[in-house]
């Protein structure tokens, strides 16, 4: 069982850049699909980007396609969220997952095998 960090969050005005990155500890890192989430209050979570166990295959949710970069390394077992361009809109708790069952799936359902603990994003006007 794998165990995923966040971290990077913070407050930040509208238009600029946050980096989020997820440390991943007790597991196969190189095997899971991995992706970001996120849950702003009243609203259910979303998927907001993925990335295959290669890196070769992204997935972007189009409220943030061409403002948010997913990356990994699978040396460091880690997973990185770069957001660009922040809205007020983006304010949310962040959440990085894990999937054993592929990107496919990943990307088709929204639901790893397992969570982080979250970390909070607040964009400001």
């Known amino acids: 069982q794998v165990q995923l960090v966040e971290s990077g969050g913070g407050l930040v005005q509208a238009g600029g850049s946050l980096r989020l990155p997820c440390a991943a500890f007790g597991g196969p890192f190189s095997l899971y699909a991995m992706g970001w989430f996120r849950q702003a209050p009243g609203s259910e979570r979303e998927l907001v980007a993925a990335i295959r166990w290669s890196g070769r295959s992204t997935y972007y949710a189009e409220s943030v396609k061409g403002r948010f970069t997913i990356s990994r390394d699978n040396a460091k077992n880690t997973v990185s969220l770069q957001m660009n361009s922040l809205r007020v809109e983006d304010t949310a708790v962040y959440y990085c997952?894990?999937?054993?069952?592929?990107?496919?799936?990943?990307?088709?359902?929204?639901?790893?095998?397992?969570w982080g603990q979250g970390t909070q994003v607040t964009v400001s006007s």
């Open positions: 997952g894990a999937s054993n069952k592929g990107f496919e799936d990943l990307r088709a359902t929204g639901r790893p095998d397992y």
